[in-house]
């Protein structure tokens, strides 16, 4: 189990998280020498999925001056599932106008979808947050020159390969037993949140090769959910069915595998849909393979400001970070 300790930009708590497991403390405040304007803001999915990559990224994006601090917090979409959600939620998203305000934070590099169209809503309802730019960490990737290696891509995949975790999907159904990994061909999942704006669609084309992408009959506006939000609404039965139409489209684009901007979107279609694998781009950026198969037990922990917010209730599990020594 690896340990990563991050100093919140917006709540100036030290936070330590555990990874596999996601044992998680502050272990005190930080009075930062120069307070961060341009943070990192991961989003709940990622920091639950992918702790290793989210602390990668980060290095990286701070290693470039693109930022210079980090948040753990949630964007606080969730809270409309609680008691008075309402409520609960406007309460938040006041909380985080005011902090952000108050920490002369103008920018933030948001990984998740989710992140990106409630953050630009928050801060466009307030003259004093609407000059806060919200930007979408693959948009910055690709600006900063990155690109997926097509080695790289197909090194993950046939690693699974020969591990043997690909032989049940039907995009191998007729590859004869024992036969090499063949080429992965990925057919490109955007995401709902992203349809009004498009932005993690175009960072995503930008960042894949085009000789090894196909573009699904639904694609930007058009795509089909993969089924995340009938899930949380508890229709599971309907998000399976859009989970599977997802997989069905991408054999259809003749591709084996899909590829999507979403931490939460790779969760629901791998757990969902058994025509083909799923990859979030960071997996074939970075070459390191998220467990999805297990990660259903580490979607527990959503970091809000303080006392909860009043959530303390919820089946989901939600940390205050005011900076109180030693809380949990």
Not at 108 to 133: K, S
Not at 146 to 171: C, I, K, M, N, S
Request: aromatic share 10%; with cysteine.
């Amino acid at each position: 189990m690896d340990t990563y300790e991050f100093e919140d930009a917006l709540t100036q708590s030290k936070v330590s998280c555990a990874y596999p497991g996601l044992e998680t403390h502050i272990v005190g405040t930080t009075e930062f020498e120069t307070q961060p304007t341009s943070v990192f803001f991961p989003g709940c999915s990622f920091i639950n999925y992918a702790l290793p990559l989210v602390q990668s990224v980060y290095d990286l994006l701070r290693e470039a001056g693109q930022v210079d601090g980090i948040s753990l917090l949630c964007c606080g979409k969730i809270l409309i599932y609680e008691p008075d959600g309402e409520a609960v939620q406007a309460t938040f998203e006041e909380q985080l106008r005011q902090e952000t305000v108050k920490r002369g934070i103008t920018r933030y590099v948001v990984a998740c979808a989710n992140c990106h169209a409630v953050m630009r809503r928050v801060f466009a309802e307030d003259p004093a947050t609407a000059h806060v730019q919200v930007v979408v960490l693959p948009q910055v990737l690709a600006d900063m020159g990155y690109r997926v290696d097509p080695a790289t891509a197909q090194q993950v995949f046939a690693q699974e390969w020969d591990e043997g975790v690909l032989g049940g999907y039907a995009a191998f159904a007729e590859t004869p037993e024992g036969a090499p990994a063949p080429q992965a061909v990925f057919s490109l999942k955007d995401t709902c949140p992203d349809k009004p704006f498009g932005v993690f669609a175009e960072g995503l084309r930008r960042l894949m090769p085009e000789d090894i992408v196909r573009q699904p009959k639904h694609h930007h506006e058009k795509s089909v959910c993969c089924g995340s939000l009938p899930r949380a609404a508890g229709k599971i039965e309907a998000a399976n069915k859009s989970a599977r139409l997802n997989g069905e489209e991408a054999l259809e684009a003749g591709a084996n595998a899909l590829v999507t901007p979403c931490v939460s979107c790779c969760f629901q279609l791998t757990m969902a849909q058994a025509s083909a694998p799923v990859y979030h781009y960071l997996e074939l950026l970075y070459g390191w393979r998220i467990p999805w198969a297990y990660c259903e037990q580490y979607m527990k922990l959503r970091f809000l400001f303080d006392e909860n917010l009043g959530v303390e209730e919820s089946a989901r599990s939600f940390m205050g970070l005011a900076g109180a020594e030693g809380a949990e």
